[in-house]
């Protein structure tokens, strides 16, 4: 069995809030592999070789630092060796358990690129700097992201994530420029 955390490792990880990364799905043979079903857009970068992920079990408990020894892809999951679990006995009580990364480990996004918890919560004003309301959800139907404006008064306004229509995101001050096209509202 791996340390728990140490109480300095605990206060980072309170400060730093968790990104889902997987989450442990079922054993892989009798090695002490692991079946994960990835929650994340890179999981070339988060189960490389090398890199340690926090294992966090699905009701309250202790959490347990762990090292990727190797991965592969198979089949839509990773199996993943854990370095120093040997065995089926030590892995099968992870199962359900979530890989999380802390946010300080977040990818570095291209320009024009945002992380979900970003957007959600920014304000939406228009060209003219009327507030529109705040984005509560993003949706993904298809050619382009849909962000969700709940409007004051309870309606929804759903704005496509478009050049024509988004004109500038300001992450750090969670504000969104939109300039509406005819039929929008």
């Not at 955390?5 to 990364?21: P, Q």
Request: glycine share 8%.
């Amino acid at each position: 069995m791996r340390p728990a955390l140490t109480i300095k490792e605990a206060a980072a990880v309170a400060e730093d809030r968790l990104l889902n990364v997987g989450k442990i799905v079922n054993t892989h043979g009798v090695r002490g592999e692991v079946r994960v079903w990835p929650q994340t857009d890179f999981p070339e970068v988060r189960f490389k070789s090398g890199n340690k992920l926090l294992l966090i079990p699905p009701e309250s408990g202790e959490s347990v630092t762990v090292e990727i020894q190797t991965a592969r892809e198979q089949k839509n999951v990773y199996i993943l060796k854990l370095k120093g679990f040997d065995e089926i006995n030590e892995v099968e009580k992870f199962k359900g358990w979530d890989l999380k990364v802390g946010e300080s480990d977040r990818v570095p996004l291209s320009e024009g690129e945002y992380y979900v918890r970003d957007i959600v919560g920014c304000s939406v004003v228009t060209e003219e700097g009327e507030p529109l309301g705040t984005i509560t959800d993003v949706l993904t139907p298809g050619a382009n992201d849909v962000w969700v404006v709940k409007r004051p008064g309870g309606k929804e306004l759903l704005l496509p994530v478009i050049d024509d229509v988004v004109l500038d995101v300001d992450v750090a001050a969670k504000t969104v420029k939109v300039h509406l096209m005819e039929g929008l509202l």
